[in-house]
């Protein structure tokens, strides 16, 4: 655990804060973050094998990442695109292709992840932050998935769990309405299943306590990094993002006959 926690230290995803993202016609320019050049082999995998669901990587110097611009609906937007079965489906089929695509990738000697690899069945190279706000969106379908700073190999149900808890959503009747604009409260079990029959050929699981156990994952890393001081998780910790979380896994825990 030490060393994976190391490593995604060295993410330096802080720095955004500093020098956020920035677009000039068709090239977006980031913060490097030291898993950059690992990123930039896997992107530059996919678009080999002709996927232009991801964004082609067009350099990374001073600091700087640059990637090309993907036309599309994005960042909050996302919130909007996701709400018909439609948009939620689009999104299931995409995460699933990049999944299967990616099996085929050789990551370079020195990889660099940035969030911990994680041992299981079925270990893919997973996205690490797959919600609606990362997908870009067009004609009321998620045509790509941008933002792969948290790119790290673990079990392909990790990306699923965390996709099921912002597109369903698996939140509160009041966060649903409020943070994610649905206009009224979502049918939550039958958008689970529209997600997983779209994604397709996933051995049976526990939705709940797989969701649940991302969570915690998420919740055990963002303690383990304000631990060591790292920014932005100190802060988040001493705003309560951890009580706030422990409060949203227990709304899954208790919310079982609404999900499954
Ligand atoms: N390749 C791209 N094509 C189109 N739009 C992009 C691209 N990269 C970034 N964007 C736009 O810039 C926004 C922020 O980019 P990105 O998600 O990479 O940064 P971020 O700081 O990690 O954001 P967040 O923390 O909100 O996920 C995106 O929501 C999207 O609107
Ligand atoms: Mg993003």
Redo the contacts with the bound molecule.
């Keep these: 655990m030490e060393d994976a926690l190391e490593a995604v230290g060295r993410a330096e995803k802080a720095n955004?804060a500093a020098r956020?993202?920035s677009?000039d016609r068709d090239v977006?320019s980031?913060p490097s973050t030291s898993a950059s050049g690992t990123v930039h082999s896997f992107l530059r995998h996919l678009r080999d094998q002709g996927l232009d669901c991801v964004?082609e990587p067009l350099g990374d110097r001073d600091g700087t990442e640059t990637?090309?611009?993907?036309?599309?609906?994005?960042?909050?937007e996302g919130w909007y695109h996701q709400h018909t079965d439609q948009g939620l489906a689009s999104a299931a089929r995409l995460l699933r292709t990049i999944h299967d695509a990616a099996r085929s990738w050789t990551p370079p000697l020195e990889a660099v992840w940035g969030a911990p690899a994680v041992a299981g069945d079925d270990v893919v190279y997973c996205h690490g932050?797959p919600?609606p706000?990362?997908f870009?969106w067009r004609d009321n379908e998620a045509v790509?998935l941008?933002?792969w700073?948290y790119l790290h190999p673990a079990p392909r149900l990790s990306d699923v769990a965390y996709a099921l808890r912002w597109f369903v959503p698996l939140r509160s009747d009041d966060l649903s309405l409020a943070w994610h604009h649905f206009p009224e409260v979502p049918d939550r079990r039958h958008r689970v299943q529209v997600f997983l029959d779209s994604y397709g050929d996933l051995p049976a699981f526990d939705v709940v306590d797989t969701v649940v156990a991302r969570m915690q994952a998420t919740s055990d890393l963002c303690q383990a990094l304000a631990d060591q001081g790292q920014e932005p998780q100190r802060t988040w910790v001493s705003d309560g993002a951890l009580e706030q979380q422990a409060a949203e896994i227990r709304w899954v825990r208790e919310h079982r006959h609404l999900i499954v």
């Design positions: 955004r956020p993202v677009i977006v980031r964004p990637l090309r611009f993907i036309d599309g609906a994005g960042g909050g932050d919600g706000w990362n870009i790509a941008i933002d700073d």
